[in-house]
């Protein structure tokens, strides 16, 4: 498992909305993050999209690779847990990240689309209460573990879903 684990935090590390930047002579740290409203805002609705794609695809390819890894579907809990955690303290740039929900989303799509389902309503709510994105965000990720256990709760569930919401609210730290 910890290799699935190691595995998954190698791919969210993977600083994508930092070589977007790069690639435009643009260093998104010193100029406001890489979170997807500083690529929108630095370099264009275009590039963001992008970034977003990428990093839901990256949380969606987390999960078999770790249950490959592991030979076992716990491998894939480990390794979505692992890619967030990735995305939120990258090792390619020191430890800082960026906001992880869109790898995030990903891996709750290939874990379980219904928790993505509950946890994207959830935050719709949050946000329409309070009109706080990152405050939803926030939220919704602390829930995690609550949607699990309405959904499927066993225990490697519901830890995946303490440990995907930490992880995943950890991410949102700059912006709450």
Do not use: K
């Not at 910890?2 to 791919?11: P, Q, S």
């Not at 290939?110 to 994105?133: E, I, Q």
């Amino acid at each position: 498992m910890l290799w699935a684990l190691l595995l998954g935090y190698g791919v969210g590390g993977l600083p994508v909305a930092y070589w977007f930047g790069a690639l435009r002579g643009r260093d998104l740290l010193r100029e406001g993050g890489l979170g997807l409203g500083a690529v929108c805002r630095f370099l264009g609705p275009i590039p963001a999209f992008l970034v977003f794609l990428l990093d839901f695809f990256r949380g969606v390819m987390a999960v078999p690779l770790g249950e490959a890894v592991a030979q076992d579907p716990l491998g894939g809990l480990w390794a979505g847990m692992g890619a967030i955690l990735g995305q939120a303290f990258s090792p390619w740039l020191f430890f800082r990240g960026g906001t992880a929900w869109p790898l995030a989303a990903g891996v709750l799509f290939a874990v379980d689309p219904r928790v993505l389902l509950g946890a994207g309503l959830l935050f719709l709510a949050l946000y329409a209460l309070s009109r706080r994105a990152f405050r939803a965000l926030g939220a919704t990720a602390l829930a995690l573990p609550l949607l699990f256990a309405l959904l499927d709760p066993t225990p490697a569930y519901l830890f995946f879903g303490l440990g995907a919401g930490l992880a995943l609210a950890l991410s949102l730290r700059e912006g709450l």
